[in-house]
């Protein structure tokens, strides 16, 4: 068999492989690796389990309670939001396929993380106790981070329309429209590359920064379309300093933080 043809089938068989173990969940020992579909589960059980339990509580049938109660538990102590998939490379193909988003499955706690509070674990061993009490704490700890980062994805938006805002409202400043963004509560948080991901496929918003440039009549940094590069200068500086881009969403996500970072100055 020619090498070639030896590497192709080594690749094929790797990919089959980390297939069927990301379908069925089952663990081949590479890192620590799991099944995100059993993750999935664990979680939309737990929400099943969850409200089944309001209602019987609301019901008064303390007889069924105790065994809702214990496969609440399970679903609980199975998920570990800590472990990462070790075929990150199949993982996002995949999670289209089965449309996983790491975000729902956590929203799905929410519920449950309220009940835990109200209604703690009943069970005998404190140990199971204690992990209960630390998987709701690490889930309820990601969920503040996926908010956080969700309100900054916002933030962001606001930010990058603020020349169409501006010219949209007329009676509003752009230093206002940045402090009303909130974007000065987390400028530190937002990079280049967030602009960046942002302004990809949104042609329109980077049209709306380069007349905003062109119509600057203030000193400070202006955004230059050229034909092969893009420019981003500083009225106040030589041209030496001037940066050059050969592509304008970097560019125009470089000049809107320069931009933006001076007027909150």
């Not at 503040?144 to 933030?155: L, W």
Request: glycine letters at 4%.
């Amino acid at each position: 068999m020619k090498k070639k043809s030896k590497i192709l089938l080594i690749v094929l068989t790797f990919f089959l492989t980390s297939l069927i173990s990301f379908v069925i969940g089952v663990n081949l020992g590479f890192s620590d690796g799991y099944s995100l579909l059993s993750d999935l589960r664990c979680s939309t059980n737990a929400f099943y389990y969850t409200i089944t339990l309001e209602s019987l509580r609301d019901q008064k049938i303390d007889q069924v309670i105790n065994s809702m109660e214990s496969k609440l538990d399970g679903s609980i102590i199975e998920h570990n939001v800590k472990k990462k998939p070790s075929f990150a490379f199949f993982f996002i193909p995949l999670s289209h396929i089965f449309n996983f988003d790491s975000k729902e499955d956590l929203s799905l706690f929410k519920k449950t993380i309220a009940y835990r509070k109200q209604y703690p674990s009943t069970n005998e061993n404190n140990e199971i106790r204690n992990i209960i009490a630390s998987h709701l704490k690490e889930i309820e700890e990601e969920l503040k981070k996926t908010k956080t980062m969700e309100s900054i994805e916002i933030i962001i938006e606001k930010i990058c329309k603020i020349p169409f805002d501006f010219n949209s409202l007329g009676n509003i400043s752009v230093y206002d429209l940045l402090k009303e963004s909130g974007y000065n509560q987390v400028r530190n948080q937002i990079t280049t590359k967030d602009i960046t991901n942002y302004l990809k496929d949104k042609p329109e918003i980077i049209n709306d920064w380069l007349q905003y440039s062109d119509d600057k009549r203030s000193p400070g940094y202006y955004l230059a379309k050229g034909r092969i590069f893009h420019v981003i200068g500083n009225t106040e500086e030589n041209e030496k300093s001037n940066r050059i881009y050969f592509n304008l969403t970097k560019a125009c996500a470089n000049f809107i933080k320069l931009e933006i970072d001076r007027i909150l100055e």
